[in-house]
Each structure stands twice: as C-alpha cells, then as structure tokens.
C-alpha cells in the first residue's frame, strides 16, 4: 500500500486523506463529540468547521505516512518548508554548541517533521511504542530509516544528554498528560487547569541546552511548514525555571493552535484526571523526571 501511495501526486494524496477523513470524523464519528465539546470550552470559533479540518488534516497525514514508507528521503525536501525567522533561530540555538531540546507537538504531520529535522541535524525522538506489535515496527522503522533515532522513556535521560553532547537534537512531546504526576508541571491551557510534562525543560536544565519550542502546520496547497514558537535560554536554571518554562512553552502552544485550531490532535483528553491536589515537589532529582517507575 505504501508503495502505491507513494507514486500518487501530492493533490492525490490531499483528496484520499480528506475522504478518510470525513469518514471517520462525520461517519464513524470517532470522539467527535469530545473534538467539538473541547474546542468550545477552548473558545474556537464554530467548532463543527474546526473539527472537520482536524479530521481532514489527521486523514491526509496517513496518506502523507504511507508515502513516506513508500519514498525515499530526497523527496522530503520539497514537502516541508521551514521560514527564515525559524531557521535562524533553530541555528542560533545550536550555535551555543550544546545541542538543543524541541518542545515538539502534535501538530501538523508530525512524523514528517521530525523525519524532516533529522535530515539537517542529529535527531533523538522520545517515543511510546504501540499495542500493536506489527503497525509499531512499522511506523518505527519508518522513522528509523530517515535518520530519526528512536528511544522509550525509560532511561531516556542519560542518552539525551549524550545526543546533546553531539550537538543534536532530543525532541519530547509536551502536549499530553503526563504518565506520572512526579512529571507534571500544573498549566492553564485553553483557560483550564491541565498538566503538562516538564522533561524537555528539566534535560535542557540538566544540559544547559536551549529549549525550543516548535510546531507545524499544512498550508492550502499541502506544503508543511515547521515554526519555532519560542526559544528558551537555562541560562540559570533551577526547579523554578523549568516549571516557568514547561508554562511558558504551553502558553506558546497555546497561540499557535488558536491561530491553526485544525492542525493540533484535540483527539486526545488534555484535561483529564485533573486532581485537587499538586503535582510533585519541582525540587526532584533532574535525572529521574523521564524514568517512569517501575
């Protein structure tokens, strides 16, 4: 299938993955109505017309998958596109010669921009492994064979800070709600109280790395566009500085989905199992925060 998707034009690809899309998102419906409740509670505007555009760019990203299974990687160049702002600064974080951490999110494709980050620097990607046995190997060798390095939480730490040593990139996602509430860093996120994962903030503390914050989106003519949102110096960083920073970085999510509300995974329950009390103590052990207890 790969194969046969990978020798369709772009605009074939557009086409396929907005029917995939409205199938599963008008027919089958899946979590529609958690998609729609949660973009009204965030304050996008005609949240049925956002919800069909999220479904639509998720069903393009599959067929953009499939394609990259199929292709090779010098076709990538001219499927994502990276503004001039966003490169100098990507540039000037490394240029501090300790590499840099991405804040990365579920925005855009986010499989092809990470497959596009490792084709200009070393990538690390801090990933989670499927149930599915068989579709894991095949979505993680994908990724393996444009350069992307791939590695469980578990013990993720210590190979960050060697991929840093490097000058590379370790990218984690900030987006979801932490495994362990020892991770999680209490946020306001669409006008909510959500929990938001500090790990990018605490290697790039423990490393003295820049932590960048990026995203991405699709335009009308199916070119990706990566978008550094912010960049953040541990310039003396503390258990404070990650906690404003893990903030901060939500905060400039939080701008960006609101200016492409279809491009963000509203699929997933960001607000979910909010308890009454807070997250652990900031002051933690930095070496632990991506370990997830046994």
Same mark, same amino acid.
């Given at each position: 299938?790969?194969?046969?998707?990978?020798?369709?034009?772009?605009?074939?690809?557009?086409?396929?993955?907005?029917?995939?899309?409205?199938?599963?998102?008008?027919?089958?419906?899946? !979590? %529609?109505?958690?998609?729609?409740?949660?973009?009204?509670? &965030?304050?996008?505007?005609?949240?049925?017309?956002?919800?069909? +555009?999220?479904? %639509?760019?998720?069903?393009?990203?599959? /067929?953009?998958?499939?394609? /990259?299974?199929?292709?090779?990687?010098?076709? /990538?160049?001219? %499927?994502?596109?990276?503004?001039?702002?966003?490169?100098?600064?990507?540039?000037?974080?490394? =240029?501090?010669?300790?590499?840099?951490?991405? #804040?990365? @999110?579920?925005?855009?494709?986010?499989?092809?921009?990470?497959? =596009?980050?490792?084709?200009?620097?070393?990538?690390?990607?801090? @990933?989670?492994?499927?149930?599915?046995?068989?579709?894991?190997?095949?979505?993680? #060798? @994908?990724?393996?064979?444009?350069?992307?390095?791939?590695?469980?939480?578990?013990?993720?730490?210590?190979?960050?800070?060697?991929?840093?040593?490097?000058?590379?990139?370790?990218?984690?996602?900030?987006?979801?709600?932490?495994?362990?509430?020892?991770?999680?860093?209490?946020?306001?996120?669409? &006008?909510?109280?959500?929990?938001?994962?500090?790990?990018?903030? =605490?290697?790039?503390? #423990?490393?003295?790395?820049?932590?960048?914050?990026?995203?991405?989106?699709?335009?009308?003519?199916?070119?990706?566009?990566?978008?550094?949102?912010?960049?953040?110096?541990?310039?003396?960083? +503390?258990?404070?500085?990650?906690?404003? =920073? @893990?903030?901060?970085?939500?905060?400039?999510?939080?701008?960006?989905?609101?200016?492409?509300? #279809?491009?963000?995974?509203?699929?997933?329950?960001?607000?979910?199992?909010?308890?009454?009390?807070?997250?652990?103590?900031?002051?933690?052990?930095? !070496?632990?925060?991506?370990?997830?207890?046994?």
């Amino acid at each position: 299938m790969s194969w046969l998707v990978a020798k369709l034009p772009p605009i074939a690809h557009r086409a396929l993955g907005a029917c995939l899309g409205f199938v599963a998102g008008s027919v089958l419906r899946i !979590r %529609r109505n958690h998609v729609e409740r949660a973009m009204a509670a &965030g304050g996008i505007a005609d949240p049925a017309r956002a919800a069909r +555009g999220m479904y %639509r760019s998720l069903g393009i990203s599959l /067929l953009e998958f499939l394609w /990259l299974a199929g292709g090779d990687a010098a076709r /990538l160049d001219g %499927r994502v596109h990276i503004d001039e702002a966003s490169r100098r600064a990507l540039e000037g974080a490394r =240029a501090r010669g300790r590499g840099i951490v991405l #804040s990365a @999110t579920h925005t855009g494709n986010w499989d092809l921009a990470a497959c =596009a980050m490792a084709r200009r620097m070393p990538l690390l990607v801090i @990933t989670k492994r499927l149930s599915m046995r068989a579709l894991d190997h095949f979505w993680q #060798s @994908t990724r393996g064979r444009y350069g992307v390095r791939l590695r469980e939480a578990r013990g993720a730490m210590e190979e960050g800070r060697r991929m840093l040593r490097e000058q590379g990139a370790v990218a984690m996602m900030i987006d979801q709600v932490p495994l362990h509430r020892r991770h999680a860093v209490p946020v306001e996120f669409f &006008g909510r109280s959500a929990f938001a994962d500090k790990a990018p903030a =605490a290697l790039a503390a #423990s490393a003295g790395a820049p932590l960048v914050v990026s995203g991405a989106f699709r335009d009308e003519h199916g070119m990706h566009h990566l978008v550094v949102l912010d960049v953040l110096f541990p310039d003396k960083a +503390g258990p404070a500085w990650i906690a404003q =920073a @893990t903030r901060t970085s939500t905060e400039a999510l939080e701008r960006f989905v609101r200016a492409h509300p #279809s491009e963000w995974l509203w699929l997933h329950r960001r607000w979910k199992g909010i308890p009454q009390e807070r997250p652990g103590d900031d002051r933690e052990d930095l !070496r632990l925060v991506v370990e997830p207890r046994a």
